[in-house]
């Protein structure tokens, strides 16, 4: 069975920092997303990595896959507030989706 | 293009009765993705439909919950004798071919 687990499960940092959110999952997979959730919202798509050594970057955050690993991270570079949110990896098939628990990101000024 | 489109985004039933929630997928999506998300946890996978076809449903409770998706209409999802642990937020996903879900405002199920 399919085990996704994300650390830290809470995230509290300070605006400017870098901080890494780390995905591991338990069998190998073909796919791995990132999704965010503002509360109380929906999930917002950010990444799909598709191979071993995958890098995607959008703003202020960047997502690396390690298949071999079984790991993905997820940096964020020089924090700002409108970072603030929860933030999940899921992983495939793409038709069965396994989510991590979720690592809530609170940024303070 | 409209997104995914989820009706009622808030749901109040009482123990008992039953609830229907409905997903429109985006426009040129035909499959289709049924989650639970329970308080301060992820999401967990319920069932993947196509048209007219249940291809999935191993994360559904065998009791209580079916889901469809008619070759017209909404997908819909069905919680008979609904109780109080029944109570989350249920997020519905759509896409083209099993590929990258975007995924509706959900529905917040309040059982009382």
């Known amino acids: 069975e399919l085990k996704v687990e994300q650390n830290p499960l809470f995230l509290s940092m300070q605006e400017g920092k870098n901080y890494t959110i780390y995905c591991n999952y338990s069998?190998?997979?073909?796919?791995l997303y990132w999704y965010r959730q503002d509360p109380g919202k929906s999930l917002e798509s950010l990444f799909v990595?598709?191979?071993?050594?995958a890098v995607k970057q959008e703003g202020r955050l960047m997502a690396s896959l390690d298949t071999k690993a079984r790991l993905s991270t997820l940096h964020i570079t020089a924090a700002v507030h409108d970072l603030s949110a929860t933030y999940f990896c899921?992983?495939?098939?793409?038709?069965?989706?396994?989510f991590g628990q979720g690592t809530r990101l609170t940024i303070n000024p | 293009n409209a997104g995914v489109m989820q009706n009622p985004r808030h749901l109040v039933r009482r123990r008992g009765q039953e609830a229907r929630l409905r997903c429109s997928p985006m426009?040129?999506?035909?499959?289709v993705y049924w989650y639970r998300q329970l308080p301060e946890e992820g999401l967990k996978f319920m069932v993947y439909?196509?048209?007219?076809?249940?291809?999935?449903e191993s994360g559904m409770p065998k009791e209580r919950f079916s889901a469809e998706f008619p070759k017209e209409g909404p997908s819909i999802l069905r919680i008979q004798q609904v109780v109080r642990g029944d109570s989350a937020a249920y997020f519905c996903?759509?896409?083209?071919?099993?590929?990258?879900?975007?995924f509706g405002p959900g529905t917040r199920l309040t059982v009382l």
């Open positions: 069998t190998t997979s073909d796919r």
């Open positions: 996903a759509s896409s083209t071919l099993p590929d990258t879900q975007y």
């Open positions: 426009k040129g999506h035909s499959h």
């Open positions: 990595l598709l191979s071993n050594g």
């Open positions: 899921a992983v495939g098939p793409a038709q069965k989706l396994v």
């Open positions: 439909l196509q048209k007219e076809n249940i291809i999935d």
